[in-house]
């Protein structure tokens, strides 16, 4: 069974009233903390080449070079008010447009009586999705364009802190989209958030389109179906 005893130093995560006015209860951590303190992800493509890779670039003496890497996005295996910080890191709710992506983003792992299993929210409360039209091995979107305004991907700027509550540091990796933003991914699978859900606890995309479902902090349906 499940605890549902929140420990004292992830309370400022979500507020105890708002937890219970949106039915929702704080995981305890499941990793230790130390073990997301100062690692580091790399930043993949989302989609694979369409032409052949052109040759490396070469000195003038003929020697080849390695491409640079891509910058890399901490992991935190504390929350953010833990860190020091204030705010939402620039995260939006609801239909809000994301004009820039946030300089950080909190996941936490929480449990709603709706649903079988424990699933993802972000710094705002807001429940995280993942798209059975996506891949996660190779990690891929194929949430682009008018999809991505109704489905707003998780994401972060470059460099950027990912805090983690309830999340094993080693579920989570990050891709380029397509516009050149980064998206955070769980588990391999791209996550978004749902535009129509305005509150903490609402889980409106749940099911729509029988494609959409709560993310679960290894990337699993939260509803228990596989796939």
Excluded: H
């Amino acid at each position: 069974m499940t605890s549902t005893f929140v420990p004292r130093t992830s309370q400022a995560v979500v507020s105890g009233r708002a937890r219970r006015a949106a039915g929702i209860t704080l995981l305890t951590a499941v990793v230790a903390l130390s073990a997301g303190c100062g690692k580091s992800i790399t930043i993949g493509d989302a989609e694979p080449a369409q032409q052949p890779a052109a040759a490396p670039a070469t000195t003038p003496a003929g020697t080849a070079t390695e491409p640079a890497a891509s910058p890399a996005l901490q992991l935190v295996g504390n929350s953010a008010a833990e860190d020091g910080k204030t705010g939402d890191g620039g995260t939006v709710v609801g239909v809000e447009v994301q004009e820039e992506p946030p300089v950080w983003v909190q996941l936490s792992a929480v449990r709603a009586p709706d649903l079988k299993g424990p699933y993802l929210i972000n710094i705002n409360q807001a429940a995280l999705y993942r798209f059975d039209k996506d891949t996660a091995e190779p990690s891929r979107t194929n949430c682009v364009d008018a999809c991505a305004v109704k489905w707003p991907p998780v994401t972060i700027k470059q460099k950027g802190k990912v805090y983690l509550a309830g999340v094993d540091p080693d579920e989570i990796g990050a891709i380029k989209r397509e516009d050149g933003d980064v998206q955070l991914t769980v588990g391999g699978w791209p996550v978004y958030r749902f535009a129509e859900d305005e509150k903490p606890g609402d889980l409106n995309g749940e099911g729509v389109g029988g494609t959409w479902f709560a993310v679960g902090p290894k990337g699993e349906k939260a509803n228990g179906d596989k796939g």
